[in-house]
């Protein structure tokens, strides 16, 4: 050991984490070649999980962070919002200015005015969520933080209630892995690490639930293509199957959940050829999957982001986890269904976000609503202020919240200022009055917990960052001292808040970690599989959840687990079902900038299903409008039969500026609120469609 680390520091190889916003939180090792540059990015080979295993893009990094396109100084808006003209500022001007702004705000619409707006271009926890430490102590409106996991994480606690589950390195030993409504080859490719474990070794199955043939669903040996927002529907008729065929677990389900007989009566109609009317599976898919899951105790069902983004996507995701609860599947090694781990690190965050500042009577408004929040919506602002000033770290909302049309009329509101801490000069950054340049990870100290697995990780800084780069840390430390923000976190360095949380939260300090690489928080077998109870009072999992407890719209949800007709549903103005999946080569719109992921990514497409291609004269390569009240796009079309008919797939979160027409895919999804805490509904668009001009034209050469 000691041999390999002097070796690795001869070649310096320094230890690093995957800060994006990705559930594999890779363990890294980092070819560093001086003080200022890096060479090659691997996956760390004794990490259990990372196993050696990164994706393409992290792989290339050095493309990101030497990028020649990187910001490096501060700017200040010199033409129109959103024309993109800007000068050089120094650092001092730069923060002058935002906190003159804060408090001019503050002191005329009162400080709610003021919103702080982030998300997780770092997870770092440090650097990702030290922003809500200035919104708490300055008593700025609070963030509903929506955009990503609010949907998954609702459907998840309602049945299971707690963020935990079985070990996912136990993939490798089940003889089942559903992968349910994620695209793990494109989105966290570890998992398909272990899933080969399981087919190599076990000659275990593979399922994948998708709309469309991904790649994940192209290696698999079963896809089902159900229409989007359908999971329910046929969670429920396999549960039906098991009932009916005898694979429910009757001994389990008495010890272990709430109201098995119920369950039983309810799914009494809801049958294979329910479901295959409401899916668009046939009876024949849907009992084949039925008997296989059924039949086999080593299932996995790995539960991905992506079907909870829909209007319904909390109950369906909740109907999905109920399946091993009828099975009994939680019981065994490499079996039961897992999401996310985040509950396992109880994490003291008080120094990070200020959390003995915070005042939860202070309005607190929906990210993934930031068009209706900038454009005056009173069902956000309430009776609160307009917002007038924002401070925004580590997302870029202009391209990646829904509505984008709506978001774009609100960021240009002349009496609306922006500060945005960016990396590169994002659509978002383009609307700003003053752009800050942001380190990048390996520029910066942070701690990193992992959704998709079990480590506690710190990421070391590695290099110094180019210009005059500082990290989201010092950006609030400059504002904390201009504002008059007074907090202990405020003083400390990035490092001496990582060992601190560390500490305070039970864990071993800074330097312990590092030199032991990682932490494995898995907690124990037993309790990973619920054999101690789930995460509600009585320890039982919930067929009947109390959505009423998990969110203020829950009016209409089914109390069991059903088909809850409450989607953008397609009608005869808007015949198709649009899904906007993650592309593979970029991270939402990280890496749209480098060279290798955009080749690889080519352009933006709409995937078309050939029949409906011939129905409305469509060719390949030829031009697609396709709309809605919100807004329009036009794209090349690519026939694809991998999904229904009257389903169109637009993968990547693409620049607006890579459209004809300068705005992206999110102008036709909608920010209205999932069920029943909110959460964006990406997936669930209906959409009409068209022929361009030129296309015709192509058609009749
Ligand atoms: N390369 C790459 N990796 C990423 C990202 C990226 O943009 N690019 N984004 C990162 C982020 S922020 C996240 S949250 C994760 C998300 O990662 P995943 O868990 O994989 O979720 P998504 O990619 O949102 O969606 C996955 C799949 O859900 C499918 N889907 C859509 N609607 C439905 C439905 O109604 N039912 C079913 N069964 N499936 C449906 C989509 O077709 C898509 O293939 O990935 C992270 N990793
Ligand atoms: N159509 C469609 N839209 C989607 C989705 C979808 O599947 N389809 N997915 C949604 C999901 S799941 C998510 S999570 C959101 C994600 O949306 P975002 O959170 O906006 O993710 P990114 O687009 O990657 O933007 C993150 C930004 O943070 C910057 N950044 C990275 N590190 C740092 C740092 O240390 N400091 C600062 N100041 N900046 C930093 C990066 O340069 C980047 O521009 O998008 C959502 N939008
Ligand atoms: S798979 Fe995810 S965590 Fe791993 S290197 Fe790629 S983006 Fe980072
Ligand atoms: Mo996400």
Sequence with gaps: MQNRTMQAEARAVRASVCPHDCPSTCALEVEVLDGARIGAVRGAETNSYTAGV??????????RIHHPDRLTRALLRTGPKGAGQFREIGWDEALDRIAEQFLAVSARHGSAAVWPYYYAGTMGLVQRDGINR???????SRQHTTICTTLCETGWIAGAGRYTGPDPREMAKSDLIVIWGGNPVATQVNVMTHVSRARKERGAKLVVVDPYRTGTAAVADIHLA???ATDAALACAVMHVAFRDGYAD????????????QLEAHLATRTPAWASAITGLTVAEIEAFAKLYGTTARSYIRVGYGFGRVRNGAINLHAVTCLPGVTGAWQ????????NNRGIYHWDKTLIEGLDARDRSIREMDMSRIGAVLTGDRSELG?????????????????VAPDSN??????????????VHEQFMTETAKLADIVLPATMFMEHDDLYQAGGHSHIQIGPKLIEPPGACRSNHEVLQGLATRLGARHRGFEMSAMELVDATLQASGWPGAAEVMARRWIDAQPSFADSHFLNGFGHAGGKFRFAPDWAALGPNHAGM???PDHAAVIDAATEDRPFRLIAPPARQFLNTSFTETPTSRRREQRPVARIHPDDAARHGLVEGGRVRLGNARGEVVLPVVLFDGMQPGVVVVEGIWPGSDFEGGMGINVLTSDEPGLPNGGAVFHDTAVWLRAEAANLALAAE
């Design 383 to 399: 009776d609160g202020p307009q917002v007038h000033a924002m401070l925004i770290q580590n997302t870029n909302p202009a391209t």
């Design 406 to 419: 709506k978001v774009r009329r609100g960021f240009l509101r002349e009496d609306l200022f922006v500060a």
């Design 226 to 228: 159900p229409r989007p």
């Design 332 to 339: 065994h090694e490499g079996g039961g269904a897992f999401w």
């Design 54 to 63: 990164i994706c393409a893009k992290v792989a290339r990094y050095a493309e």
């Design 134 to 140: 200035l919104r708490h102590v300055m008593r700025y």
């Design 250 to 261: 009757r001994d389990y389900m008495a010890r272990y959940t709430d109201c098995p007989a």
């Design 558 to 560: 089914p109390s069991l």
